[in-house]
C-alpha cells in the first residue's frame, strides 16, 4: 500500500526525516504530497516539493501528516488540529528520527493500539521513541519490586501479571501522598505503586485513571528487567504470549533476552550498578544504545535483536 504524506518542518530537522524516509520513497511506499511551513518561506519549493502554509493543508487529500521539528513539536501539533488535521494522522518526529523507522511497521504499530506493561520507565521511554499515544497507565511509575529490609524480590508485579484484568478494574488508592522528598505511593488491591514521576498522589491518579481506560487487553506486550536465574525462569513461566525479559545472562527460555552489552553481573546490593543498567535500558529505545529493533519487538517479529 502507498500513503500519501504531507511534511511540516523544513528546517535542519527535515533533512534527517527526508534521509530516514528515502527508502520509503524510492519504493513506493510513501508519497511526500507538499511540505508545510508556519511562515512565508522565501523559497517556493524544496526537493521539488511545494512548500505551503498550514492553512492551505485541506486543499490536499493525504494520509499522514509527519512532524520534522523537534523543538516546536507540540506547536505544530496543536496549529495542526486547529487547521482540521485529525490527531490520529499526525506522527511525531522522534519516531521519524529513527533510524530504523520503517513506515509500513510503524503503521501497522500506531493501527494496532497496542499496550505496554513495564516495570519502570521502558514503557514510557518506548511510547515517547515512537510518538504513540499512552495505551496504557504504566508510564511515570514502577510497582514495589525489591523488599531492601529483607533483601528480597517482592511479588506485586507478579501478582499483576498473573491476574492483569482484575487488577486494572481496581480503584487506585493512595498509600502516601508525596512530600517533595518521598514521591507518592498507591495500591490497586494488594499489588503497590510507586509514582516516581510525580508530585501527589492526587496528580498521579488522574493520569493512571484516564490512562487505563486506554488499555488493550487484546494486544499488549510485558517488560521486565530480570534480576537473577529464578527471576527468569518464573518470568519465563508467565503464561503470556508477549513478554520480554532483559537479562544480562544468556538463557534458553521463553521471552528472555540477553543483552550484550550488558555483561556485567547485576545485584541489588551493587545498587548503582543496577540503577545504571535499567536506565540503560530506558535508553534503548529513543537510540541511546542499539541494542535491538524496537519496531520488529513490537510487532511480534523474532529477529528484533541486533546485537548477538
Known amino acids: 500500500m502507498s500513503y500519501k504524506v504531507i511534511i511540516w518542518g523544513t528546517g535542519k530537522e527535515y533533512d534527517r526525516v527526508m534521509a530516514n524516509l528515502k527508502s520509503d520513497i524510492s519504493q513506493g511506499k510513501i508519497q511526500v504530497v507538499v511540505l508545510v511551513s508556519s511562515y512565508k518561506e522565501s523559497i517556493s519549493y524544496l526537493d521539488g516539493k ?13 494520509d499522514y501528516l509527519l512532524i520534522a521539528n523537534k523543538d516546536y513539536e507540540e506547536e505544530i501539533r496543536k496549529n495542526a ?25 510503524y503503521i501497522h504499530i500506531l493501527k494496532s493500539n497496542i499496550s505496554i506493561v ?13 510518538s504513540l499515544p499512552f495505551n496504557s497507565p504504566f508510564i511515570n511509575l514502577f510497582p514495589i519490586m525489591y523488599n531492601s529490609e529483607r533483601g528480597t524480590i517482592c511479588d506485586d508485579y507478579y501478582k499483576l501479571l498473573n ?9 487506585l488508592k493512595v498509600i502516601t501522598d508525596g512530600n517533595g522528598t518521598n514521591f507518592p505511593m498507591g495500591s490497586i488491591g494488594d499489588v503497590r ?44 513461566e508467565l503464561p503470556i504470549k508477549n513478554k520480554v525479559g532483559f537479562y544480562n545472562k544468556e538463557l534458553k527460555l521463553d521471552g528472555i533476552i540477553c543483552l550484550k552489552n550488558f555483561n556485567k553481573s547485576i545485584y541489588f546490593k551493587s545498587s548503582c ?18 541494542e535491538y529493533d524496537i519496531f520488529k519487538l513490537l510487532i511480534g517479529e523474532n529477529d528484533f535483536l541486533r546485537c548477538k
Open 163 to 171: 491476574n492483569l484484568e482484575y487488577y486494572l478494574s481496581q480503584p
Open 118 to 130: 513495564s516495570d519502570d520507565c521502558w514503557g514510557g521511554s518506548t511510547y515517547n521513541s515512537l
Open 81 to 105: 488540529l486547529n487547521v482540521g488535521v485529525d490527531n490520529k494522522k499526525v506522527i511525531g518526529y522522534n519516531a521519524l528520527s529513527n533510524d530504523l523507522f520503517d513506515f509500513d511497521k
Open 193 to 236: 505503586l510507586n509514582f516516581n514521576h510525580y508530585s501527589n498522589f492526587e496528580e498521579a491518579k488522574k493520569a493512571w485513571d484516564r490512562r487505563v481506560k486506554r488499555f488493550n487487553f487484546k494486544n499488549y506486550i510485558v517488560k521486565k528487567t530480570i534480576y537473577d536465574d529464578d527471576d527468569a525462569k518464573r518470568f519465563s
Open 273 to 290: 550498578d543496577f540503577g545504571s543498567y535499567v536506565r540503560a535500558l530506558s535508553q534503548i529505545p529513543i537510540g541511546g544504545l542499539r
Open 50 to 62: 511545494k512548500i505551503i502554509l498550514p492553512m492551505e493543508i485541506n486543499e490536499y487529500e493525504y
